[in-house]
């Protein structure tokens, strides 16, 4: 049986839905939309399915990890807003779902306000990429699928 695709979640916290709108100064004129058709674009190029779910919800975020499991999906890319600095429930059930992934900010966090130096999801992840816009996403997308164990 031949598998299909491998299929990574593209995971965005709150306030995420604002892109475009909220905050231009700190996180650009690119909607959350234009960033999804992005990433679906450059998954065509290298051979995923890319999903996208976003929620200002932190337990429809973390019910959607636990879908995740059970799908299966491959790998995640999460940009979990400021649950990336308050989450622990968002980080076990990372952990839970034993589901490699990578972290990725629009805005470089080491350049902003003391309480978002820390990630409660860093260590988990493969790696961490931040501070190029939207392009974070795409390096963090790009560096996922290198990552992914082979099938
Ligand atoms: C963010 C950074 C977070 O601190 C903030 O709460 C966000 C967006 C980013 O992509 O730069 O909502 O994750």
Not at 17 to 26: A, F, M, V
Not at 46 to 68: K, P, T, W, Y
Not at 80 to 93: E, K, N, P, V
Request: glycine share 10%; no cysteine.
């Amino acid at each position: 049986v031949k598998a299909g695709p491998r299929r990574i979640l593209v995971l965005n916290g709150p306030n995420l839905n604002l892109l475009g709108q909220r905050e231009p100064e700190i996180y650009g004129r690119t909607t959350l939309a234009e960033v999804v058709a992005r990433l679906e674009a450059l998954g065509d190029e290298l051979g995923v399915a890319v999903e996208h779910h976003q929620s200002n919800h932190e337990g429809e975020l973390i019910d959607r990890v636990h879908e995740a499991m059970a799908e299966p999906v491959d790998g995640l890319l999460v940009n979990a807003g400021a649950y990336t600095h308050t989450s622990i429930a968002l980080r076990d059930a990372l952990l839970g779902a034993g589901l490699p992934f990578v972290e990725v900010h629009l805005s470089n966090l080491a350049r902003r306000e003391p309480f978002r130096h820390q990630s409660l999801l860093a260590d988990a992840a493969l790696g961490v990429v931040q501070g190029f816009g939207p392009l974070s996403y795409e390096l963090g997308l790009r560096a996922l699928v290198a990552l992914l164990p082979p099938r």
